[in-house]
């Protein structure tokens, strides 16, 4: 984005649940990782390795292992429709990696999420309130569901200008081109 200054972006954070499954109090790490890559977690180490590389490139520091639950996302997912009621989504949704990715910390813990959502900008006792009702949880599950639906199978998915779409992680200069590709269709 900051390559393309003299265009104007509108960004939009939609809901995507890895893994719809996960309970609300999210299940432990270890156990999680087990299931997926089995009793061999090499596979595991190699792609923690890469995202930690990639990552310090830009100057985000992963710290995979800090974390002991794999929470469920759907209150985080719901925080940031909340955000975007305030023009606050991005700030969340950075805060919330952070937390996560860096910090190790329970995403799926409702006071967590909740001084997360602070730490950003969010009422922290409005956020307690709308996650104890909540609120617009079935919505984010709608949204999740209906991107399943669509084809979508993983994150992140980016959609430009409402045409071209690209998915996963992808250098900078791929996500440039199709900046510059969603531009000249418009």
Do not use: C
């Amino acid at each position: 984005m900051a390559e393309h200054r003299d265009t104007s972006f509108d960004v939009h954070f939609r809901p995507y649940l890895l893994n719809p499954d996960t309970p609300p109090e999210g299940v432990p790490r270890a156990e999680y990782f087990k299931t997926r890559f089995g009793s061999n977690p090499s596979a595991l180490d190699a792609a923690h390795a890469r995202l930690g590389d990639l990552g310090a490139k830009v100057g985000i520091h992963f710290a995979f292992d800090r974390a002991e639950r794999i929470p469920s996302t759907i209150a985080a997912h719901a925080v940031i429709r909340w955000a975007a009621e305030r023009n606050l989504a991005a700030a969340v949704v950075e805060r919330l990696f952070s937390a996560y990715f860096s910090e190790g910390r329970d995403l799926g813990d409702r006071a967590t999420l909740a001084e997360v959502a602070a730490d950003a900008g969010l009422d922290r006792d409005d956020v307690l309130e709308r996650l104890a009702r909540e609120a617009d949880f079935d919505a984010v599950r709608e949204e999740a569901d209906a991107a399943r639906i669509e084809g979508i199978t993983g994150v992140p998915f980016y959609v430009f200008g409402e045409r071209l779409a690209v998915s996963g992680a992808q250098p900078p200069e791929v996500l440039s081109k199709v900046i510059v590709r969603a531009r000249q269709a418009s």
